[in-house]
């Protein structure tokens, strides 16, 4: 699996997440499922763990274990699956026929655990046809990560009017001279579609800094790659459905990669939306159904930078469901 993709902040998240080896926990971003091994590991007989991924490549590459359940689909569905997982896993009674108390919750809050690792995987940046990196000058403009989707970046690049690329340019990557940047995109398409990476590297050539294109380019992709998987809309459903799918006093772990998914959940956390609006109640206190574990998130060391240097941004942050949410 290590092939694949190599799993970031491992032992820190996974440390976090299990507090009870016998539990239900959900992997919201499978991936090369390097996250899902270790936390199996940690898991006596009697725990289970359902793993959820978009990318049918990651799917296809789970291992067998009766202990683990793989579903392909958006982890911002979590929610839908909870009461299904509930009702389909044979936990309701032990073994003398003994109703459990423990897992006979009503309604989806079935999860004593659930984690997020919301980064792209090394395969998907790693392997040209799939279009996520810049590095492969030809490669086709796809970046879905549903490859089922229809929406691709080509489509973006091409139909997409000025106005709405210097959007997601601005928004998504962070981009100064994002409203320059869209018109040199719509007058390259102009001239000719734009399809491969080359193609769009090129139509933005003028803009990027001299020894530091690398640095602009992860952006505009970055932004693109955002719009294509609807990430932030997704994000936000999945942090809603989570806290909803958690029993009391269940764990959230979540490892995010960029500033606006950070602040994402940074902010869901503290208020209980993403957009960091407090709601207070009559006597002043915040209305916010997790609880922050870590106050500052937990970050790579350097040694795991050294070995991996994709961990170099990541950001690993913790919450538990207040049992009165």
Do not use: C, W
């Not at 991924?53 to 569905?77: G, M, S, V, W």
């Not at 091409?158 to 100064?176: C, Q, S």
């Not at 997790?290 to 961990?311: M, V």
Request: hydrophobic share 40%; glycine share 6%; proline share 3%.
């Amino acid at each position: 699996m290590s092939e694949y993709h190599i799993p970031v902040l491992l032992a820190e998240s996974i440390s976090a997440l299990v507090t009870n080896p016998d539990g239900l926990y959900a992997d919201a971003t499978f991936g090369g499922g390097g996250h899902t091994a270790y936390l199996l590991s940690r898991l006596h007989d009697g725990g289970r763990v359902i793993a959820f991924d978009r990318d049918i490549d990651a799917i296809q590459r789970a291992p067998e274990d009766p202990r683990l359940t793989l579903i392909h689909n958006n982890f911002r569905f979590i929610e839908n699956y909870a009461e299904q997982v509930r009702r389909s896993l044979d936990f309701a009674r032990d073994d003398k026929g003994e109703a459990r108390d423990d897992r006979r919750e009503i309604g989806p809050a079935v999860f004593d655990g659930i984690l997020a690792d919301l980064g792209v995987s090394s395969h998907q940046f790693d392997t040209a046809e799939r279009g996520f990196s810049f590095r492969f000058e030809e490669a086709p403009l796809d970046m879905r990560m549903n490859r089922e989707s229809k929406l691709t970046a080509e489509d973006v690049v091409n139909t997409y009017d000025e106005a709405d690329l210097e959007r997601i340019l601005k928004l998504y990557g962070e981009v100064d001279g994002a409203r320059n940047m869209a018109r040199l995109i719509v007058q390259a398409r102009n001239q000719a579609a734009l399809k491969t990476t080359g193609d769009l590297d090129r139509a933005i050539a003028r803009m990027l800094p001299k020894n530091a294109e690398h640095k602009l380019l992860a952006k505009v992709y970055q932004a693109l790659r955002i719009e294509v998987n609807q990430e932030m809309r997704s994000l936000e459903k999945f942090l809603e459905g989570a806290t909803r799918s958690l029993k009391d006093g269940g764990r959230l772990v979540v490892i995010t990669y960029h500033s606006l998914e950070d602040r994402m959940v940074k902010n869901f956390i503290k208020t209980g939306n993403v957009e960091g609006t407090e709601h207070k109640d009559l006597y002043g206190r915040t209305q916010a159904p997790l609880e922050a574990i870590n106050r500052k998130p937990i970050i790579p060391t350097e040694e795991e930078i050294s070995a991996n240097t994709r961990a170099r941004s990541a950001k690993l942050r913790i919450a538990d469901r207040r049992a009165e949410a």
